[in-house]
């Protein structure tokens, strides 16, 4: 007897709930019409980082598009507290600095929040 493998389009698979996180008004309404026109489940959009923990304990998205650069909580703490309440929602950073700084602050920020001291075990 042999068994058939069904594959699924990408309109198939389920659909990431995203919450949009920028202080820049018309650049998160221009992404979520973007975002919107490919069949993206936008759930919420924040101007600051305190709001972007608020909306991901109330909406769980699936994914955070955040910015670095915001009045208030910035996006490297936003994405220290949203990792830490939220360890399989992931953030994705985008910003307009060229500051190497600011990324790679990001970069740690996500990877000091998910890194396990368990030993891995071994196969």
């Known amino acids: 007897m042999t068994e058939q493998i069904e594959s699924t389009t990408m309109a198939e698979q389920a659909t990431p709930r995203v919450l949009l996180v920028d202080d820049h008004d018309l ?7 973007l975002l ?12 600051a980082g305190d709001d972007a923990l608020r909306y991901v304990r109330e909406l769980q998205p699936d994914v955070v ?4 650069n915001m009045p208030g909580m910035g996006g490297v703490e936003a994405t220290k507290k949203i990792i830490a ?6 953030v994705v ?5 060229d500051q190497d700084g600011d990324v790679m602050d990001a970069i740690f920020a996500a ?5 396990s001291r368990t030993p891995r075990s071994r196969m």
Do not use: K, W, Y
Not at 65 to 68: E, G, H
Not at 111 to 115: E, I, K
């Open 93 to 97: 950073v985008l910003t307009i600095s």
């Open 36 to 47: 919107e026109e490919e069949g993206v489940d936008v759930v919420g959009e924040a101007a």
């Open 27 to 33: 650049f998160r309404t221009g992404l979520r019409n």
């Open 65 to 68: 598009v955040m910015d670095l």
């Open 111 to 115: 990877h000091a929040a998910t890194c």
């Open 85 to 90: 309440h939220a360890p399989l929602t992931r």
